[in-house]
């Protein structure tokens, strides 16, 4: 059975701010599917005996000291925006008045 | 049928670190736009984020206050949602395993006590900062606080009236001042808070549709806002309504709420654990060493203040609202002064002065000694009340102790038998009409009379004195 119908891709592109329509919501949908049915195979996997874990990495506790670094130059940083009006990152308007 | 009111609230703090949650960026407030970032908080490919050990500190400092139990374990997970404000396109925030659960903070309402319980408290990080000019056909995007440290107080919705809410953030905000873990300044949004609400039948134990309300920029705010919703559900239910769970704007100045759009509200934060941190077992011992070293909070204060130092309940109250309040009392007790009347300068003079001018108790140059050497020229009669108002403004104005304005100024008051006897006279015969009528009978003019020595003593007489004086003047000499 399909995981991924062309219902749900609609609600999760909405979610994404894509627009998805008429055909290709059928087509990526079958293709999404395809990819979940594909890791859908690890569910084969025995884990009966196994702790569950949120991380894979026998680690915990990494911190570090409340001590300041260097940060980029307001520059730096508005030249990696696709727009900008100095001295800020511009995008479209967001709210509507 | 009368409804009763089910109110929760969550509240947001920065906290006053020097650098964010999950890099070395500095924390501050106020700096230039979009300098205070780096790979990490902007979210760009490959960075890690490392958390600031401070943070953990005071997130366990602030729930130890509340009583709450703290994980053995925490995490953290990514909430995903789009909007310009997330350069990664997702939060960094606290899941199923948050920080801290199940405490509590107690308010004291017209003496009873009401214990309002914490669902929890959770770590996560700030957005930047949107701003949304009219007349630009842009929005502007300033990231300096992206990736500010934020802690989330979540009550249980056991508050039951607009008044308790505000009681609530009055009392949470104080100790979170003397924590000291963050300014709790609404105005520069180191303090946010979002309320829900839901009216149900008085006397019913199931829990209506709930409403959030958003956009909330003033404790005062939070009243209105429920005050009104409260008015609103209560209207609906009575015509039959059924009301959607739904989130609402208050519109500060319609003084009203108002539906979000759905759009903004279909929200599915596809919570998953955050991959680039590690999970955080909490040592114990790290716990005991934080809560050893709590301050006093709130309401210890205001017991001890209750008990030590005989203050009414309503005064402990009034000084324990601010950390400042407490040090100045404390401050000009050891300077020697006593307790009621330091309790009133601040609760009088002091409070009224930070209200007109809109000021914190800590923006304040005021010295507990000061307060201590105000008393004691009260006391010993150098100055009248009235002239004591005078020199604690002057005080505050110019930061400079009283004794020495009393020294510089020629303030003191005046005592001395002969300069009074010279002024009561001085007033009789310059109101002989007055000094008639007295004699008629209509004593009440001695109150005229006063106004008039106090005037030309430049309100430096002493007033009981000159008031003696002056009814001994009027009726020793007959006509």
Redesign the interface.
């Known amino acids: 059975m399909a995981v991924v119908t062309p219902d749900i891709l609609r609600?999760v592109a909405?979610?994404?701010?894509l627009r998805l329509e008429g055909p290709a919501l059928a087509q990526f949908a079958a293709q999404l599917d395809e990819i979940l049915q594909y890791v859908q195979q690890l569910q084969a996997v025995e884990t009966s005996g196994v702790e569950p874990t949120?991380?894979v990495?026998p680690?915990?506790?990494?911190?570090?000291?409340?001590?300041?670094?260097?940060?980029?130059?307001?520059e730096a940083?508005?030249g990696?925006a696709p727009?900008q009006?100095r001295?800020?990152?511009?995008?479209?308007?967001?709210?509507e008045? | 049928m009368t409804y009763e009111p089910v109110i929760g609230l969550e509240v947001h703090l920065q906290l006053s670190t020097a650098t964010k949650l999950f890099c070395g960026c500095p924390a501050k407030f106020g700096s230039p736009p979009n300098s205070q970032t780096c790979p990490v908080c902007l979210g760009l490919p490959g960075v890690l984020p490392v958390l600031n050990e401070r943070v953990l500190e005071w997130g366990i400092r602030t729930a130890l206050a509340f009583d709450c139990e703290i994980a053995q374990v925490m995490k953290f997970d990514r909430k995903q949602y789009f909007y310009p404000d997330l350069p990664k396109n997702y939060q960094i925030s606290q899941y199923d395993q948050p920080l801290a659960q199940h405490g509590h903070l107690d308010l004291g309402l017209d003496g009873r006590t009401k214990r309002v319980r914490i669902r929890r408290i959770h770590l996560e990080e700030d957005a930047g900062k949107l701003l949304h000019e009219a007349s630009q056909s842009q929005t502007c995007i300033d990231f300096n606080r992206t990736g500010v440290p934020l802690l989330e107080i979540v009550s249980e919705p056991d508050l039951g009236s607009s008044d308790e809410a505000y009681q609530y953030l009055v009392e949470l905000k104080a100790v979170i001042e003397y924590l000291g873990v963050s300014t709790c300044n609404m105005e520069e949004g180191s303090l946010r808070c979002d309320t829900n609400i839901s009216l149900r039948p008085a006397g019913d134990s199931a829990l209506g549709s709930k409403v959030e309300i958003k956009n909330l920029n003033s404790f005062r705010a939070v009243k209105l806002a429920l005050e009104y919703e409260a008015k609103r559900q209560a209207a609906a239910l009575g015509r039959g309504e059924r009301l959607p769970q739904e989130t609402r704007l208050w519109d500060a100045k319609g003084l009203k709420t108002e539906p979000m759009r759905s759009k903004e509200e279909a929200a599915d934060y596809r919570y998953f654990p955050e991959p680039d941190l590690v999970p955080f077992v909490i040592d114990r011992q790290l716990i005991s060493r934080v809560g050893e070293a709590l301050p006093e909070l709130p309401a210890q204060r205001r017991r001890r203040y209750q008990e030590a130092h005989r203050l009414s309940a309503y005064d402990a109250r009034v000084l324990s609202q601010h950390r400042a309040f407490g040090e100045l009392f404390e401050g000009a007790l050891r300077a020697g002064a006593a307790p009621k009347p330091v309790a009133n300068w601040i609760m009088g003079e002091l409070l009224a002065h930070l209200n007109a001018h809109g000021l914190e108790p800590e923006e304040v140059k005021l010295r507990p000694e000061w307060l201590a050497h105000l008393v004691q020229l009260v006391d010993e009669g150098t100055l009248s009340g009235k002239m004591a108002k005078d020199v604690f403004a002057q005080m505050l104005e110019r930061g400079v102790d009283p004794l020495q304005l009393v020294e510089e100024g020629g303030l003191k008051q005046i005592v001395e038998s002969g300069a009074l006897e010279r002024i009561a006279e001085a007033v009789l015969e310059a109101n002989p009409k007055s000094v008639a009528d007295y004699r008629k009978g209509k004593t009440n003019v001695l109150t005229y009379l006063m106004g008039q020595a106090m005037k030309r003593s430049q309100g430096k007489a002493n007033p009981q004195q000159i008031a003696e004086l002056l009814k001994h003047k009027l009726e020793r000499v007959t006509p």
């Open positions: 609600q909405s979610l994404a701010r949120s991380h990495l680690l915990s506790n990494v911190l570090r000291k409340d001590e300041p670094g260097a940060c980029l130059s307001q940083v508005l990696l727009a009006q001295p800020f990152v511009t995008v479209p308007k967001v709210l008045t």
